[in-house]
């Protein structure tokens, strides 16, 4: 199936007499007719549901259909798009070891990588992804355990060079995570330009109507854990499921399952049967609403790209932008339906356009049918200094603009107007 027909397909298919919409299994238990049932569910020896912490049907249909759209083996929902980057990164890591990142990700990530896993043991190197080759591999160490990018970084909106940072990852036996958030399969599918591990915050455009907060991680399943030499816990006997071995009893599937039956069955942050539900819900429609967001965002910036009161425009779908070619590449569908932008006059400047507008909503949110905006340096990157803006690709005056879905008329006219005011 093409990936319009999988967004309406995949993960759930009824069968005689059962209903045309995804249920909603809406339990946190099953039952179950003997003990030796429930045995070989908690030694994992056969697949089932028997807390809703570890997997509902309901969850399990949009995971399913999550992994057919990014081609994986498997996916796991998670409470948030920071609960999948996390456990992304707690599956494989550990207190001691050493994670790289690039370092225009989201804020909230970087917060997570900088602050956080400090505190867990875990040290991340930020690098810019302009660094060359060479400057890239001497950061990694012999503890190094994954390289991390986002495919359109947010809110920066460079684009990640998923193929050169996989063979570079690759070539150390270690593998390529990618934050697909702002792409979404439909723009971007990671693991055919050799990603390993993609997360989402599905709060965005998979839902795209800002109504549940959630994140999925997908398994490729082309990591070869065993063959790579510096996983021991994929190849050694897990002692908390009487000596399970990863990679022996589920193949190609280990980490995704490693990541359920360790991580969420310890931390918890999962998804709920109606939160699935209606990320579903944005799913069905996730192609419709890509090709207007992309349209609209291209018309819009350059609208913007042509006003004498804006410095710049980032948008990698503009031809004059230094990331026209990987958007090529990467993005031949186009380049979502943020744009990020900065009014001369710094950030009273900025202030002043931003509540002058009508039809964009101010709002700590991104990628929705509405067209919203927001002020990253002091809204999702306040906790960072001046310095760190500055290696995230963030000036203190940049306005990040999530173009909705309304008429790019009545959205163009609304900026123009707001310019007018400043």
């Known amino acids: 199936m093409e990936l319009e027909t999988l967004c309406l397909h995949a993960g759930y298919t009824p069968k005689n007499g059962e209903p045309r919409v995804m249920p909603i299994v809406q339990s946190t238990t099953f039952t179950y007719d003997s003990t030796a049932q429930v045995v070989k569910l908690f030694d994992l ?70 602050v956080t896993f400090k505190r867990f043991g875990i040290e991340v190197t930020f690098v810019e992804e302009s660094a060359s080759d060479e400057e890239i591999k001497a950061l990694i160490r012999p503890n ?29 036996s270690i593998p390529l995570i990618v934050d697909n958030t ?48 510096k996983f021991p816990e994929f190849v050694e006997p897990d002692d908390s499921y009487h000596g399970l071995i990863y990679t022996k009893a589920f193949g190609k599937a280990a980490y995704i399952v490693k ?10 942050c999962c998804q709920t049967a109606q939160g699935a539900f209606y990320i579903n819900l944005g799913l069905e429609t996730l192609p419709l609403r890509m090709q207007r967001h992309c349209e609209n965002a291209l018309k819009v910036a350059k609208f913007l790209a042509c006003q004498d009161k804006v410095n710049e425009v980032r948008y990698p779908g503009l031809e004059g932008s230094p990331n026209f070619a990987l958007a090529q590449k990467y993005l031949p569908k186009g380049a979502s339906g943020v744009i990020s ?82």
């Open 144 to 172: 190094t355990k994954a390289i991390f990018g986002e495919t359109i970084a947010n809110p920066s909106m460079d684009v990640f060079d998923i193929e050169r940072f996989a063979r570079i990852a690759h070539e150390a």
């Open 259 to 268: 990541a359920r039956a360790q991580l969420m069955r310890d931390l918890g």
């Open 45 to 114: 020896e056969e697949s089932g549901f028997f807390y809703s912490r570890l997997g509902n049907p309901t969850v399990d249909h949009v995971e399913q259909k999550i992994a057919a759209l990014e081609g994986g083996v498997g996916a796991m929902c998670t409470s948030s798009g920071q609960a999948a980057s996390l456990i992304s990164i707690l599956t494989i890591a550990k207190a001691g070891d050493h994670i790289i990142s690039t370092s225009n990700i989201y804020g909230g990530t970087f917060n997570l990588f900088g």
């Open 341 to 422: 932008f900065e009014i001369k006059g710094g950030r009273e400047a900025g202030a002043k356009f931003i509540d002058s507008l009508k039809l964009s909503s101010l709002q700590v949110h991104v990628a929705d049918i509405r067209t919203c905006v927001l002020h990253p340096a002091t809204s999702t990157h306040r906790q960072l200094t001046d310095e760190q803006l500055a290696a995230c690709g963030i000036t203190p005056g940049l306005i990040r603009l999530s173009v909705g879905l309304e008429n790019v008329e009545d959205i163009i006219a609304d900026l123009k107007a707001a310019l007018e005011a400043v």
């Open 182 to 229: 702002f792409a979404t399969p439909y723009l971007c599918r990671p693991f055919e330009f050799g990603a390993d591990i993609v997360v989402h915050s599905t709060t965005k455009y998979l839902d795209g109507h800002a109504l549940q907060v959630g994140g999925v991680i997908v398994d490729s399943g082309k990591f070869d854990w065993a063959e790579s030499g």
